[in-house]
């Protein structure tokens, strides 16, 4: 049975930084790919950045290039999203998912056959 433990949310003041981690049970994550997704109230869940550890490769949304760097631990079967000037409108529900074949099409839902419960981050201003 997979899942997926999600883990490091919380509330932090504008420019302040915050890990996120997500530990991957049941399955080693290579050689698919885990990524992280986000929602805020009242709008879409878009994707935040992908990681694919045999590739290598990664992808991230362009509101987060250069402030929020996904990594993967293989010893620990977690991959981290280590997320530095965070801004209010970072504030969502953070959410884990795994074992998508490639990013080649970019983060796509449909990809992810595995999901999170969701963590909360919250940016104040």
């Not at 885990?34 to 992808?59: K, L, N």
């Not at 250069?66 to 280590?82: C, K, M, P, W």
């Not at 998912?97 to 104040?124: C, H, I, K, M, N």
């Amino acid at each position: 049975q997979v899942q997926l433990m999600e883990s490091g949310g919380g509330s932090v003041q504008a420019g302040g930084s915050l890990r996120l981690s997500c530990e991957v049970k049941g399955y080693t994550i290579s050689p698919f790919c885990v990524g992280w997704f986000r929602q805020a109230p009242g709008t879409e869940r878009e994707g935040v950045a992908g990681i694919c550890p045999d590739r290598p490769s990664t992808s991230y949304a362009d509101s987060v290039k250069g402030r929020f760097t996904i990594s993967h631990d293989a010893a620990e079967n977690t991959v981290y999203l280590q997320m530095n000037n965070l801004k209010p409108e970072d504030t969502a529900v953070y959410y884990c998912a795994a074992e998508a074949p490639d990013l080649d099409y970019g983060l796509r839902e449909d990809d992810f056959p595995y999901w999170g419960q969701g963590t909360r981050v919250t940016v104040s201003s």
